[in-house]
């Protein structure tokens, strides 16, 4: 329903008046219609169609797109025979002026059929050529358009591997082509596959890198950021410091400034420049954080878009309609492997899957289902060694310098799934061998 148009109120100083667009300013009305009255006022011009008068319009030929030559052709071949016969006519009075036998009538009769004949043959040798050009062009029209290749063709998902349909309706979850989606996320981890880097840096340690990571959980908690923004400031820091060795008093800076970077590229208000001087301490100055962020981009030529682990879980546990408590335990797992410098070189797809099987066989609530092995593109033998590297991670004594994760999944809004006692080795195993 059209809004009626009010008047353009007065911009004040410092107000933003939107700007509009070609086809709104050009589709909008400029008012309420007033109806015109059918007659015209005296002395007017009479209304015209685009092109024409319509008061002449009996007077006007209009070709019609639709109308075939042949139609035009033979017009023309009735004017040219009627003008010919007139002027043979106009010849023929002329004799007959001067002959008035019947024998000259009857002569100038067969004269005329004859022309009539001739006229005939000529028509349809004329629409033999205009056909013959049209035969040529269907021969040499060009064949069907190929049929699409099965590697391109959209695969049809089976019915009960579907898990998207369920939101048709919602736009913003992409029910589409959703999987599409986490397919290409997959394929596209081939480009950031990691290694263990820490041979290179001669001044770094494990420990000092898990201290970092802790570190950054608690940045996310203090500012309430999403947690995409903390798994790819973890992802930046990493490939940064494969690629580029760092002085550990310049650690917390590279830390600072990937989690600047994701909260540009994740929030919606990201923090500025001075909340990352703040909780350094004032360590480092506006101009050192600036450089290390134009270092780190340069570093990583802009490709900041890593998949992370974090956004495969969701996915994952979606296949199989988990509850919040065991997607909360399974996000425990995927936080808390963040620290272990065993699993940086683990594709996120890999580690997320593995972890969400260790939370299920802990809640006992089943393993690795066909859907999930679907929508995953994992076997339970390929998670097994993964889930046994992070069974083995968890199981261990606490550290008293890590604390952040384990005291942040303590709290009553993550259900208190820190405090859960690890399955044991031999009920895991049992449901591996299961799987």
Known sequence: MPLTRTKKPASTAGTKVPKLNATTSENQEEGPQVKRSSSPPQ???????????????????????GRKKKDAKKKDAKKTSAASLSAKNHSNLTKSSSESSEASLAEREEEEEEDEKKEEEEEEVAEAQTAAPADELAAAAPPAAAEVPAHLQ????????????????DCYMC???????????????????????????????????????????????????????????VKMADHYLAKTPVHRELLQLVGSTTMLIASKFEERSPPSVDDFLYICDDAYKREEIISMEANILQTLAFDINIPIPYRFLRRFAKCVSSGMDTLTLARFYLEMS????????????????SCLLLALVSKDLGGWSPVLQFHSGYRAEDLAPVVRTLHRMLSA???????????????????????????????????????
């Open 43 to 65: 002395g007017a011009p009479k209304k015209r169609t685009a092109f024409i008068d319509i008061t002449n319009a009996h007077k006007v030929h209009i070709s019609l797109p």
């Open 154 to 169: 959209k695969q049809e998902i089976p019915a009960e591997f579907d898990i998207d349909s369920e939101n048709s309706e």
């Open 397 to 435: 004594p606490p550290d008293d310098k890590l604390k952040a994760v384990r005291n942040k999944y303590s709290h009553k809004v993550f259900f208190e799934v820190a405090t859960l006692p690890m399955v044991s080795s031999d009920l895991l195993e049992e449901a591996l061998l299961l799987q």
């Open 175 to 233: 029910p589409e082509y959703a999987k599409d989606i986490f397919d290409y996320l997959k394929r596209r981890e081939e480009k950031f596959v990691l290694r263990n880097y820490m041979s290179d840096q001669c001044s770094l340690n494990p420990e000092m890198r898990a201290i970092l990571i802790d570190w950054l959980v608690e940045i996310q908690e203090n500012f309430e950021l999403y947690h995409e923004t903390l798994y790819l400031a």
């Open 338 to 353: 963040l620290m272990e410098m065993e699993l940086v070189s683990t594709r996120g797809s890999l580690l997320a899957s």
